[in-house]
Every structure is written in C-alpha cells, then in structure tokens.
C-alpha cells in the first residue's frame, strides 16, 4: 500500500497534529467533560470526528470548490460559525457556579451539535481541501486514497480528542466548590471566544 501510495505516512503526522493542538472542538470537549463526566463527552468527540472526516471524504468528490470559487460563501460560513462559538461561549460563561449534574443537559452539546460545528466551519473545509490536494495523489487510484485519508482522520482524530476529554474529566475533582466551578466555567468561555475570533481576525 505505502509504495502506491507514498504521502500516507506524512499524511498521518498531519492528521496527529491538526487533532491533538487546541481549537474550538478540543476546548468544547474539555469544557463538557469537566462540567458533564467523560461519558457527555463521547457523543462531542464522536460528531466532530466523523463530521470532519466525513467533510475530507466529501471534499474528495469535488463538492468542496464552492468555498474556492464563491468567497462570499467562505464568509458567511466563517461568520455563522463565530457567531456559533460566541453563544456557546455566553452559554458556558453564565452557567450555574454549583457542580451541573448530568441529567442537565441545558448547555451540553451533544452530537449534532459538535457536528455541525465542522460543516460551518471555513477552516475545517480548508483543512479537508488541503489534505485532499497535498496527500491524495493524482490519478486511478486518487479516489481510493481519499476514502484511506478519511478513515484515517476519523481513527487518529478519535484518541486526539479523547485526550482532552481525559483532561477535562481529570480537572473535575478540583472543581468542587461552587467558585471553583465558576471559575472554571468563565475560563473556558474566555478560551473558546478568544479562540472563535482568533480565527476571524488572523
């Protein structure tokens, strides 16, 4: 496979990176398995896996040039998302200062939600039109190289994001006192706006 097939290799050191670095998705993960329990985090962690491979796979076919060719779609699509961010943001930073029990499900974001954060979000599109133009190769088998690529950054995406979702679990046993959840909470909020607008403005 790796003779036909020679930028695989490189292609999985991407994927490890683009994954385990912080960003919206990782902080979400942290912040709802901190405030939820590791199992709310598995529903986040799955919808942004599969969504973001599902996007490479996608982007495959053709279906992602729009955002190249149509700049005006980029932008609204970056500023839905931002948009997205800051009320989840707002949410996380007015949530209650006492421990939030898991049958709240009031501010958690559950599958859908972190689903739909990858396919309004420009710089996951632009990530899935780059893996598809640097690592899946021209010619018959370029198709089936993609569906390899895809897979891949559903497999390595999954322990990446499992990782924050192990540290936010990990930090719950500090957050016991109301304050320190509080705390907790506006930190988090403070992170994922700053990471939403970050984008915009970089």
Same mark, same amino acid.
């Given at each position: 496979m790796f003779?036909? %097939?020679?930028? %695989?290799?490189?292609? =999985? =050191? %991407?994927?490890?990176?683009?994954?385990?670095?912080?960003?919206?998705?990782?902080?979400? #993960?942290?912040?709802?398995? &901190?405030?939820? /329990? =590791?199992? &709310?985090?598995?529903? #986040?962690?799955?919808g942004a896996c599969a969504s973001a491979a599902g996007l490479v796979l996608l982007v495959g076919t053709g279906a992602g040039s729009s955002l190249t060719h149509w700049p005006l779609l980029q932008t609204i699509m970056q500023w839905a998302g931002v948009t997205w961010l800051s009320y989840l943001a707002w949410q996380i930073f007015r949530a209650p200062a006492v421990a939030i029990t898991a049958q709240n499900t009031d501010t958690r974001l559950g599958v859908l939600g972190a689903a739909g954060l990858q396919w309004i979000n420009p710089k996951t599109w632009m990530m899935a039109l780059a893996v598809v133009s640097v690592f899946a190769g021209v010619g018959e088998d370029r198709l089936l190289h993609v569906m390899y690529l895809s897979l891949a950054f559903f497999l390595i995406s999954l322990p990446c994001m499992s990782?924050?979702?192990?540290? /936010?679990?990990?930090?719950?046993?500090?957050?016991?006192?109301?304050?320190?959840?509080?705390? %907790?909470?506006?930190?988090?909020? =403070?992170?994922?706006? /700053?990471s939403a607008w970050l984008s915009v403005l970089a």
């Open positions: 003779s036909s %097939f020679p930028t %695989f290799l490189p292609f =999985l =050191l %991407f994927a490890f990176v683009a994954a385990i670095t912080p960003g919206p998705t990782n902080i979400l #993960v942290l912040s709802n398995s &901190a405030r939820f /329990g =590791l199992v &709310a985090a598995v529903p #986040v962690i799955f990782v924050w979702a192990l540290l /936010g679990a990990g930090s719950s046993r500090w957050l016991r006192s109301p304050h320190a959840m509080q705390r %907790f909470n506006r930190c988090m909020a =403070l992170l994922l706006l /700053g």
